[in-house]
């Protein structure tokens, strides 16, 4: 079967028995296997390496994400994949036992304009009472559409679309953010006929209060996808005006109760004390209704046991301004975002492209970032872009410099230009005939292996013809920046030329073109 399953993980050891069957019935159920199993270590610092189940066999292959979010974890992941087809699934699902042989059969001859097929999902709820508000939730995810607890993708769309927005850093929108982009391409997405289970996790008392930080990502599905977003992805309106509303209710009677207190206790008071008190009984009383009804419609349809109805009546105080609180940082946050798409890592020469160029410099002082450099990373870092430095160094070699001396620059580099997200350096010469030595590949190629990328889902921004020849040398994208050492015949020969690095950061993000007027070609 041309499918590689990919399950993105954090190493949950409450997860360790739901994985153990996973992979089980992956590797040992009836039908073809799997050409490959991925399991993505999105650990922040994973330290020892990840423990897998027993059931783990010669199939199955570690990578890991660097802990930024089940997005980036499952873009690492279908990148590491070669086959046609790559099916996500949840660490925490387990599917039935002739899930490969159905999954073979619902990739079998689905003609080329259907780019996803979507396993069908249930989620196994109590017999003997209610179900709890959580685990209402969690069976909701039976009825969504396209989400990638089960979830098949053709590979060469992934790459043309750049893969899963990884601006969504938690397990939520991602999804469907992919799903309404793979549509607006042309594809085609259909339900299969296999079939598994979502177990209800167990949850913590304020587990409802922190799911509101998925307001934040709403903006973003807003922001990309237009107001209509929420009726294509099959969402329904929510509740966010009425938390608005509870919640200025709340702020309407904390500001009052000053005024009404003082009011109160100076007897009859004033005109002012009387209208401060009556302010401070509407907005309460606003306040509690709202509040009061939030909480009866989420306690009527569960077990209604003492801890349940605890737990809704003091979270139903507190999702509201959750709520607001996340959509506010999200507005903040992705107020200008765009259409993901564009490379997803951009590796910069260093010298006379982010910093003044001073030959075989040493001297962490002696840093002066070009203008615009932080400008341009900032932006490409909004978007969810990973970016790099890959610098011909061969002072060391000429034993004007030390590795040390670079490695102090670079410090220096990102204490004025903010963090990358990694750094390769060449320190031969050009008569060392190494393979990293720009205009050669090989540091353009390092640097997309560590960060579980291909170099044909990067770009190259430099200011001299060996950094774009690099580039292509790899299969990346190459963006000559011209300063006043680079050679005529170098613009000539570049396939993208741009003024300035925001001007190129523009052409990456599909932006204006550059201001000289060529095309991209």
């Known amino acids: 079967m041309s499918c590689t399953v ?62 930024r979010g089940p997005a980036a ?139 509101q930080a998925g307001n934040a990502d709403d903006v973003l599905m807003r922001r990309v996808h237009g107001p209509g977003w929420r009726e294509r992805a099959g969402e329904g309106r929510g509740l966010l005006r009425r938390h608005a509303a509870t919640t200025a209710a709340g702020l309407l009677a904390l500001a009052a109760a000053p005024a009404a207190l003082r009011g109160g206790r100076g007897g009859r008071g004033g005109r002012g004390g009387r209208g401060a008190i009556l302010f401070l009984v509407a907005a309460g009383g606003a306040w509690t209704a709202l509040t009061a009804r939030f909480a009866y419609e989420r306690i009527r349809p569960g077990p209604r046991t003492p801890g349940e109805t605890a737990k809704m009546l003091v979270t139903s105080a507190a999702i509201p301004p959750a709520a607001i609180r996340h959509r506010v940082r999200g507005l903040a946050v992705h107020r200008r975002a765009r ?5 997803r890592v951009v590796l910069f020469d260093r010298d006379d492209t982010l910093i003044r160029d001073v030959p075989y410099n040493g001297d962490p002082a002696r840093v002066e970032p070009m203008p615009g450099a932080r400008r341009a990373l900032d932006r490409l870092r909004r978007h969810g872009v990973r970016i790099g430095v890959v610098s011909n160094q061969s002072g060391i070699a000429r034993g004007h410099v030390t590795a040390g001396d670079v490695r102090r620059v670079n410090a220096r580099v990102e204490e004025l230009l903010g963090r990358f997200d990694v750094w390769e350096f060449c320190p031969h010469d050009g008569a060392d005939a190494c393979g990293c030595r720009k205009p050669r590949p090989g540091m353009i190629e390092r640097a997309a292996e560590r960060l579980g990328a291909l170099p044909s889902d990067c770009a190259v921004i430099g200011d001299i013809g060996g950094d774009v020849e690099a580039a292509a040398a790899a299969g990346a994208r190459g963006i000559l920046v011209p300063t006043g050492r680079t050679r005529p015949v170098e613009i000539a020969r570049a396939a993208e030329t741009a003024p300035t690095l925001e001007a190129a950061v523009d052409l990456l993000l599909g932006g204006r073109p550059a201001s000289d007027g060529r095309r991209r070609r």
């Open 6 to 67: 990919v399950i993105p993980t954090i190493g949950r050891a409450s997860l360790r028995v739901t994985l153990d069957a996973l992979l089980t019935a992956l590797e040992h159920g009836p039908g073809p296997a799997p050409h490959e199993i991925i399991v993505v270590d999105d650990r922040p610092e994973p330290g020892a390496p990840l423990p897998l189940p027993p059931s783990a066999g010669d199939g199955v292959r570690v990578i890991r994400s660097g802990g």
């Open 73 to 211: 974890a499952r873009n690492a992941g279908w990148r590491a994949a070669t086959t046609e087809w790559v099916a996500f699934l949840d660490d925490d699902v387990v599917p039935e036992p002739a899930w490969p042989a159905r999954l073979a059969a619902d990739l079998a001859g689905l003609p080329p304009r259907v780019a996803g097929s979507q396993g069908r999902l249930t989620v196994p709820l109590p017999d003997d009472r209610r179900p709890t508000d959580w685990e209402r939730c969690t069976a909701a995810l039976a009825g969504a559409d396209w989400i990638t607890a089960d979830m098949a993708y053709r590979r060469g769309v992934l790459a043309a679309l750049g893969g899963f927005d990884e601006r969504f850093r938690r397990a939520y929108r991602e999804d469907a953010d992919l799903a309404l982009r793979v549509l607006d391409a042309g594809h085609g997405l259909v339900a299969g006929d296999r079939r598994l289970r979502h177990p209800v996790r167990p949850a913590g008392f304020w587990a409802s209060v922190r799911a």
């Open 339 to 343: 259409a993901w798409g564009g490379p």
